[in-house]
T-cell receptor
Framework: EPEVTQTPSHQVTQMGQEVILRCVPISNHLYFYWYRQILGQKVEFLVSFYNNEISEKSEIFDDQFSVERPDGSNFTLKIRSTKLEDSAMYFCASRIEWGETQYFGPGTRLLVL | GENVEQHPSTLSVQEGDSAVIKCTYSDSASNYFPWYKQELGKGPQLIIDIRSNVGEKKDQRIAVTLNKTAKHFSLHITETQPEDSAVYFC????????????FGTGTSLTVIP
């Protein structure tokens, strides 16, 4: 069964450093998402992406964040200058078309020291 | 924006008993309500979903009910098994917000053998 994959599974970085989190959505899916989950809290929406552009973003997704689909398979989330409060589990999700459910990847646990 | 509340935050049941998790939502435009199961260290996995034109949906031991008037929906797990132990999240979405998911705070279910 096709699934969303994410790399790395864990990332430790120093405050102020740039990180890139990578996702490979399910191959025929058209809509892509990033969510984050701070330890013990709910999953929060960051950004949605369709047709090579951001379709919606939350207030969390400030100028330090960016997303890109550099080729036909990868979908990346970049944090330019990490802060301590960026420590969280980051989930990528994708769905095939409007109104259908989203399938989540296993997540990347980011720890900012 | 949409606000999803979920109760209880923790739930312990004896193996074989039923478990019920309840969610409320605030935006009457929401029309899609998935339930995800998250095991330790893994991403959320869809277990069942319901759309606003349906009042109840069942899949083997799992069922979801939706009351649009009261704006609440519930997950019912019957004949619980130890492998049902996980964190369960409800979510709501609607087209006006790009189908981003608004998640509840999660319920940690423990099934005691």
């Amino acid at each position: 069964e096709p699934e969303v994959t994410q790399t790395p599974s864990h990332q430790v970085t120093q405050m102020g450093q740039e990180v890139i989190l990578r996702c490979v959505p399910i191959s025929n899916h058209l809509y892509f998402y990033w969510y984050r989950q701070i330890l013990g809290q709910k999953v929060e929406f960051l950004v949605s992406f369709y047709n090579n552009e951001i379709s919606e973003k939350s207030e969390i997704f400030d100028d330090q964040f960016s997303v890109e689909r550099p080729d036909g398979s990868n979908f990346t989330l970049k944090i330019r200058s990490t802060k301590l409060e960026d420590s969280a589990m980051y989930f990528c999700a994708s769905r095939i078309e409007w109104g259908e459910t989203q399938y989540f990847g296993p997540g990347t646990r980011l720890l900012v020291l | 924006g949409e606000n999803v509340e979920q109760h209880p935050s923790t739930l312990s049941v004896q193996e074989g008993d039923s478990a019920v998790i309840k969610c409320t939502y605030s935006d009457s435009a929401s029309n899609y309500f998935p339930w995800y199961k998250q095991e330790l260290g893994k991403g959320p996995q869809l277990i069942i979903d319901i759309r606003s034109n349906v009042g109840e949906k069942k899949d083997q031991r799992i069922a979801v009910t939706l009351n649009k008037t009261a704006k609440h929906f519930s997950l019912h797990i019957t004949e619980t098994q130890p492998e049902d132990s996980a964190v369960y999240f409800c979510a709501a979405s609607h087209p006006n917000t790009g189908n981003q998911f608004y998640f509840g705070t999660g319920t940690s279910l423990t099934v005691i053998p």
